[in-house]
Structures are given as C-alpha cells and as structure tokens.
C-alpha cells in the first residue's frame, strides 16, 4: 500500500486539501470527486489512492466549496460559475506541483469536470477516465438524485445513511461501509461553509458539452459505468460514447454509482491498465 500524505495547498487564488500518494512516480493521476452532501476527496479516492499510488503519482483534491478545500467569497449563480472555479482551481494546482500533464479519473460530477478540462486545456492531460459521468442531455433526474439533492431540506444522520445506500447495488453487503461514510459525510456536510456551498451547488442543473465540443475532444477516453447505477443511470455513459471519438466502456453487472468502491481491485486494476495503455 502506498503511503498518503495530506496538506492543505495554497495558490494564487484557492486554497485546496490535497491527498497525494505516490509522489515521486514519473506519471501523474489526477482524481476528481462527485458531488453529494458532505462528499469530500478521501471518501471517493481511498482505496484508489492506496493502490495506484505504488506506481503513479496520485493526486485527489477536495473540489472548491468541498470537504477541506475554501469557499468562494461570493457563490457562483449557476453551475458553469461553479465549473469554471473548479477548472481554475485544477490548473493552478498543477501548476502549483509543477505538473505539465496528467491523466484523469472522474466520478459523476468530476466526470464533468474533467471534460471541460479537455475542452480548456486538452494539452494538459493524457488518458481520461469518465466513472459514472451525468450531466448529458439524457440524464434524467433518478428519485434517488432528487432525495441527494433535497439532503438540507431535513437533514440527519439516518437520512444520510439511506442515501448513501441508494448509492450501491448492494446496501445490505456494504453496510459497515456506508455506516462509517454516513457519519462522517454527515459532520461534513453540517458545517456552516460546506451548507451554504453544497446548496448552491445542488441548486444549480448540468451545462450539457455540445455535441459539437464532444466530437473534438481527441484525448483516449475510457467510460466506467455499474449496470445499476439508480443515480446517473448506465444510459449517460451511452450517450458520450455515441459522440467522442477516442472512447472504450466498461459495464459492471451488479453494480452501482460507486465503482470504485463494489469493485475496488478490478477497478484499480482497469485504470492502471488503461494509463498504461495495455488496453
């Protein structure tokens, strides 16, 4: 197991929480969390970062208005606001570790995000992968995203754990899992800064990339999608393998939102073999 470090980064205009592992490795991999209430990088990455780092450079940041990541003075009004301080965020972090060029794995909203890197900066980064992406003109709004997205309107430790059981094709199999995350989502998403970013997050809709953007998009891109994911359904992964161009997918049967989580090892190992180009 790689060993982690995490540290709080500053640049010119955000202040990112950092966890790194692997640091040294000649490739790097930058990991991009969801959304959700109180999500924060560590929640999504761990098990990653603890493998992948034994060979590439890891590095997953909590989102800005995230986890331990600062808040922008004044909360964008719309989600491209909020991409686009995201975007610069990334940037200026690799900067920061003087990194030129990086791969990218993305869950859901970090899938979004990753694709307005290609569109801003397609020379900064190698090989995507896109796990669980929504935000496509056919992504519908799932019963279950909508409960996520009404967490503030009565929020609790209980409902908290049932969202998060939403979030897997097995709840009952990973109940020791999404206990522990349930509690510490939950202190997350209490406090007062992380309130009143994630709502204006979660008040904001998807900016679809045109049809016309994805076709130019030439970086290798792999799509990553659990069969039953009742969050952002199977049909969005569909959807941007009918318009990009460089593109493979990978379905899991029996499997959910979180990828990276019900199937830990197979995961890691089909990334790090898609960065290594074997696949």
């Known amino acids: ?29 930058l990991f991009l969390h969801g959304s959700g209430p109180g999500v924060f990088a560590w929640a999504n990455w761990r098990y990653a970062l603890n493998t ?14 995230f986890g331990q990541s ?15 301080l995201w975007v610069n965020q990334l940037i200026e972090l690799l900067d920061r570790y003087g990194i030129q060029k990086a ?13 307005e890197l290609l569109l801003e900066y397609p ?43 939403w979030f897997v094709y097995d709840a009952e199999k990973l109940a020791p899992e999404i206990d522990a995350l349930a509690a510490t989502r939950y202190e997350t998403a209490m406090r007062p800064e992380i309130h009143l970013s994630n709502e204006s997050i979660f008040a ?7 049809v016309t953007a994805l076709k130019r998009i030439q970086n ?9 994911d009742m969050v952002c359904s199977v049909e969005s992964s569909y959807y941007l393998l009918s318009h990009l161009q460089n593109v ?12 990276q989580i019900e199937n830990q090892e197979s995961f890691n190992n089909l990334i790090q073999n898609y960065f290594s180009s074997s696949i």
């Open 1 to 29: 197991m790689a060993n982690i470090t995490q540290q709080l980064v500053k640049t010119d205009n955000f202040e990112t929480f950092v966890n790194r592992s692997g640091e040294g490795n000649s490739e790097t991999i």
């Open 52 to 65: 992948c780092g034994e060979t590439y450079d890891c590095i997953a940041p909590d989102l800005l208005g």
């Open 70 to 84: 600062g808040h922008p003075e004044e909360l964008p009004k719309n989600r491209q606001g909020w991409t686009n």
């Open 103 to 115: 791969h990218v794995v993305g869950n859901s909203l970090g899938c979004s995000i990753a694709l």
């Open 123 to 165: 020379e900064r980064f190698g090989r995507v992968v896109l796990m669980g992406p929504g935000g496509t003109p056919n992504t519908k709004l799932s019963p279950e995203l909508a409960r996520a997205k009404g967490f503030y309107d009565n929020p609790s430790e209980k409902k908290m754990r049932q969202i998060m059981g």
């Open 204 to 210: 904001t809709a998807a900016v679809p990339v045109p």
């Open 220 to 228: 290798p891109i792999l799509l990553v999608h659990g069969r039953d």
């Open 248 to 259: 493979q997918l990978h379905v899991y049967g029996k499997c959910g939102h979180w990828t």
